[in-house]
């Protein structure tokens, strides 16, 4: 468990971030990519199977820094896009914890939700900080409740449409909105258990339902498995300025490229043949 | 890739000086070379071209050329692994084995490759496949020491040019490159006078002069070897020990 003086300091921290990051207090949603090219990650989106249940995700990111010799380091986050949009939004403010915590150059998350890891108890508060501000979250419970931040006597319904704004809007996952509204005091232990207990995934349940009709398009998308590969075009545009500059031969770009299923043809920069000569004794020993 | 014909390779004149020294080489000399990856329209050498004209008047010219075990275990084409091997067994190809050293000089071996390493994808602790055979030969090389490797890898080339090398254990080795090599068989006339010769400068070209911007920036084969004269041919006039030609080889 967190003690109230580690809370303090994660949202002191989540709101030092958002200032200097010019973020203001509002819902950050995919404008979270952004951040993370602002802060020069590299993020690399990797489908990573899982087999076994949710809960026993295999990896969820990982966090890996590597110090070059004259003190430039080059930071990497490895996202598993199997997992839901929401969740991946999640896992990359959660690894952004340990870009700006850890002194550990690696830090590999397995699945977030069921960690008791005090590190990694830290990482997913701050996430949560990050996506939704403590005051923000309590501002959005107050404009619904005539100024009270207690939601005692709502009924699940009118509960889970609330959530389902917030999820809309701040793209935080719907355990993660249930557990920071028991954190401000606007529900009870009790009420917290019970929500959990919805499946918030399941098309056909209540939840996903309500979810559906306030933003069919962004609710939809929160609850897909992206199952993306590869890594971001601006990453990958570093790859390219390197070869540009002359620090890499253009079949090491081909071979760098291929790793993220990309080819030279994908950026026009495959060279043509010019066959002006002829170079056919090389090649018909081939039917000798 | 571009060739230099400005400035002399102290490492082929070295060579020159005496082509019985030990001539370590990289994976990419027994592969065909395959430029499909990069240039649309090409494609792979076939094997009995590449060994006509490439890998049979290597083999010809120098006595002790050398490669490393993992790079022999990480030739993947069956045809350049046999290749490999079936010189290996007539005693043409010396195998560089990290056994050879007793614990002293392992000890020396062990931190030029982790020291060489660190220049590359290869992490010793791990072994993993990226990088390991560059590594292992130019730590075996660092440890004898040779003067050369032979590479067409543009890292390790890289390596062998950047004044990182100094630090690593890699500053007395030269980097010999296959259009030096492609001179020099044909100076020393190396191969069959009419197709074999013909063969080096269709590797040149393959190699060094097939895109618009190749040409651009480096010199067909005439003029090529041309300016390689300029700088070398003293150096072979005043070099006594000199392979036998090919022409010899049908004469005798």
């Known amino acids: ?288 | 890739m571009r060739v230099n014909v400005i400035d002399q390779n102290p490492a082929l004149v070295s060579l020159i000086n005496d082509y019985t020294q030990q001539i370590p080489l990289d994976a990419n000399f027994f592969i065909s070379f395959d430029r499909s990856n990069t240039v649309k329209g090409s494609f792979a050498i076939p094997f009995k071209s590449f060994q006509k004209f490439w890998l049979d008047p290597l083999f010809l010219t120098f006595p002790y050329l050398s490669i490393h075990r993992v790079v022999i275990n990480e030739l993947v084409s069956s045809d350049s692994r046999n290749y490999a091997q079936s010189r290996i067994d007539q005693g043409h190809l010396i195998v560089m084995e990290d056994s050879e050293f007793d614990s002293d000089t392992e000890i020396y071996r062990q931190s030029f490759e982790k020291a060489i390493a660190a220049h590359t994808a290869y992490e010793p602790e791990l072994d993993n496949a990226d990088d390991r055979g560059e590594v292992k030969s130019l730590a075996y090389i660092a440890t004898k020491p040779l003067n050369f490797f032979a590479s067409h890898d543009s890292r390790a080339l890289r390596l062998l040019e950047s004044p990182t090398k100094e630090t690593i254990g890699l500053s007395n080795v030269g980097a010999i490159e296959i259009y030096e090599l492609l001179y020099y068989l044909r100076r020393m006339e190396m191969v069959q006078p009419e197709d074999g010769v013909n063969g080096l400068k269709m590797i040149y070209k393959y190699l060094y002069y097939l895109t618009k911007k190749e040409k651009l920036e480096n010199p067909n084969w005439g003029e090529f070897y041309q300016l390689m004269d300029g700088l070398y041919a003293s150096e072979i006039q005043k070099s006594t020990g000199n392979p036998t030609p090919y022409r010899s080889f049908i004469d005798g």
Request: charged share 30%.
């Open chain 1, 1 to 288: 468990m967190l003690t109230k003086e580690d809370l303090y300091t994660i949202e002191e921290l989540a709101k030092e971030k958002r200032r200097v990051l010019e973020l203001g207090m509002g819902p950050l949603g995919d404008n979270l990519f952004k951040v993370i090219r602002t802060l020069g990650i590299q993020l690399i989106q990797i489908p990573f199977l899982n087999e076994g249940e949710e809960s026993d995700n295999p990896l969820a990111a990982l966090y890996l820094s590597s110090k070059e010799e004259d003190g430039y380091s080059i930071c990497y986050i490895g996202l598993n896009t199997t997992d839901y949009w929401d969740k991946q939004i999640f896992a990359l403010a959660h690894e952004l914890y340990h870009h700006f915590e850890s002194s550990d150059p690696f830090v590999l998350c397995r699945g977030l939700d069921h960690s008791s890891d005090i590190r990694e108890l830290k990482a997913n508060r701050f996430a949560a900080e990050f996506l939704l501000p403590t005051e923000k979250l309590v501002h959005e419970v107050k404009e619904k409740n005539k100024g009270n931040q207690d939601l005692k006597g709502w009924p699940t319904n009118a509960l889970l449409r609330l959530i389902a704004e917030i999820h809309c809007d701040y793209r935080l996952p719907f355990k993660a909105i249930v557990r920071r509204l028991q954190e401000v005091g606007a529900i009870s232990k009790t009420v917290l258990e019970n929500l959990l207990k919805i499946d918030a995934r399941d098309h056909e349940g209540i939840y996903y339902t309500l979810g559906s009709n306030i933003n069919l398009k962004a609710f939809q998308q929160l609850n897909t498995r992206t199952n993306l590969f590869g890594a971001e075009g601006e990453n990958l545009g570093k790859l390219i300025e390197n070869y540009e500059e002359g620090k890499v031969s253009l079949s090491e770009l081909s071979d760098d490229l291929n790793l993220f299923g990309k080819s030279l043809d994908d950026y026009k920069l495959m060279e043509e043949a010019d066959f002006d000569d002829d170079l056919a004794l090389l090649f018909k020993e081939e039917e000798d």
